[in-house]
């Protein structure tokens, strides 16, 4: 039994260093990921410019239950897929844009100038089968000082490498008033996710995130830009498990033993 435990021991300190180092890798990533603060507000006050080429407030925009989606239109990595996504929910989610909710999308690189949102828009609509929906998702630009106050006030981490962005992956939902009701993290979205989300945001009812659990599993992949799954933190994270099940196994095993032995 003693060298049992010393090998469980040895075991639990490889895991133990594998996960220090996944520990350091984590905290990297949680930089570039969403600071979730439910309940709290967007900050209404963000100038944008619109499709039109307007400078609008943000408070202005939202007059119902949104979807706020922060992306960079000429992003390489995730930012497509996730307005694919977008763009796919609005199709199938049972409530009408505009009446019941609406779509806001803003770029946050300062660089970009609404006539890529604009084609950008075009892209996604394109393939969408409810085009008339497409009034009800909005585009926007914005400047440095407005992205940043923006960006600060739902959470949103990123930083810039590369001439590109490392950025999270995800939705944000917000309530007729700016208030933060959920953060819906991924790609792709069930309809009926969606609409619960913006049923509970005209209520100004919080919710837990979608998908939080995406932010243990899955890592930042630099090279690809994009998240990918993590093998080796679910694997440790598995393994030291069934490990301690294991050792207490065996100490109950054999306190039962001793039990008997006694009598």
Excluded at 73 to 91: A, H, Q, W
Excluded at 238 to 249: A, E, P, S, W
Aim: with cysteine.
């Amino acid at each position: 039994m003693s060298n049992l435990k010393l090998f469980l021991a040895s075991f639990i300190s490889l895991i133990s260093l594998e996960s220090s180092s996944q520990t350091s890798l984590f905290d990297k990533q949680m930089q570039v990921s969403f600071d979730e603060k439910q309940g709290q507000f967007a900050a209404l006050d963000t100038k944008l410019v619109n499709e039109n080429g307007d400078t609008v407030l943000l408070k202005d925009v939202i007059d119902k239950p949104a979807i706020l989606n922060l992306v960079y239109y000429e992003c390489p990595g995730t930012c497509s897929p996730l307005m694919f996504g977008v763009s796919k929910f609005i199709d199938e989610v049972d409530l009408k844009p505009g009446k019941d909710y609406e779509v806001i999308t803003i770029s946050f690189d300062p660089s970009e100038k609404i006539n890529l949102g604009i084609a950008k828009k075009a892209a996604y609509v394109s393939t969408m089968k409810n085009k008339e929906a497409a009034k009800y998702w909005h585009f926007f630009v914005s400047d440095s000082l407005n992205i940043a106050k923006l960006t600060k006030s739902v959470g949103f981490n990123y930083q810039k490498r590369n001439n590109q962005y490392i950025h999270p992956t995800g939705l944000i939902a917000l309530g007729p008033d700016g208030k933060i009701i959920r953060y819906l993290r991924g790609i792709e979205f069930l309809p009926f996710d969606i609409k619960i989300t913006m049923v509970e945001a005209a209520k100004g009812k919080i919710g837990p995130s979608i998908n939080r659990l995406l932010a243990i599993c899955y890592s930042y992949d630099t090279k690809g830009n994009q998240f990918v799954f993590n093998v080796t933190r679910v694997s440790a994270i598995v393994i030291l498990f069934f490990v301690i099940l294991l050792f207490l196994f065996l100490s109950l095993s054999r306190l039962k033993l001793k039990t008997r032995l006694n009598r």
